[in-house]
């Protein structure tokens, strides 16, 4: 039976509240504050993507948001093509402004919901996308979107990701729910948590990290990695 997904936030909410929110999302320390070792993840998800590209020229960040992850990338591989996909234009033009000055390479800005990237195949050395396919929605868009990243990855190309995730027993759901609030709550208190909560609860729809992996092997990457799992956050990617 197929999930209703028609309670969900719709794009142009999800864009309005991230419009608003720029600033905070500029921050390499504080931007991810509500994702549980935001800055770990990070560093390994760059840091595999150097690892597995060290010549990399061409790199793709999905969901960029105020271009943290493109920065951190470039700090370890400097001079990259910079693509940046975001639904929010003031994110996509924060990004543009704090990424322009630190590569010599081109940035080419992409508004767009990440479902409908038209992108070249075999084209892309590395692929980042943080905190960003929590907002797909049903199994169709999973694949369709993991499809569309692993065809236009060269091959030896490499797709990494930091995310929200779920979980596939209700016992273990509960376990990381409750642990994940209690951590809200240490950054504000009850009001804070209740507030975190009830925008995941109305804009997201994460998978299991397994479900995930076993898309990535599904697709055709050769190689599927787990770089980090804590609570109801993963890094984790893939290799073409």
Not at 4 to 26: H, L, P, V
Not at 116 to 122: A, Q
Not at 150 to 159: A, C, D, E, H, I
Not at 172 to 192: A, N, R, V
């Amino acid at each position: 039976m197929k999930t209703d997904y028609s309670k969900k936030a719709t794009n142009q909410e999800i864009r309005e509240r991230f419009d608003k929110d720029t600033e905070r999302f500029s921050n390499l320390e504080t931007g991810q504050l509500t994702t549980i070792d935001a800055p770990l993840t990070m560093e390994l998800c760059t840091e595999a993507a150097k690892y597995a590209n060290p010549h990399a020229t061409e790199l793709l960040d999905i969901g960029c948001g105020a271009g943290n992850y493109t920065l951190k990338m470039l700090g370890k591989i400097p001079g990259l093509n910079c693509t940046l996909n975001d639904l929010s234009l003031p994110m996509l033009q924060k990004a543009k402004e704090r990424v322009t000055p630190q590569t010599g390479g081109s940035v080419t800005l992409i508004q767009d919901d990440m479902r409908n990237l038209d992108l070249p195949d075999n084209h892309f050395d590395i692929i980042l996308a943080a905190a960003t396919l929590h907002h797909l929605r049903d199994d169709d868009d999973w694949e369709l979107m993991f499809n569309k990243i692993y065809k236009t990855l060269k091959p030896g190309g490499s797709f990494w990701v930091s995310d929200l995730i779920s979980h596939d027993s209700d016992v273990i759901t509960k376990l990381f729910g409750d642990k994940y609030c209690s951590y809200l709550e240490t950054l504000g208190g009850p009001e804070y948590r209740q507030k975190v909560m009830d925008y995941v609860n109305y804009e997201d729809t994460p998978r299991s990290l397994n479900y995930q992996l076993a898309l990535l092997a599904k697709v055709g990457f050769s190689n599927v990695e787990i770089l980090h799992k804590n609570s109801c956050f993963a890094a984790f990617g893939g290799i073409k």
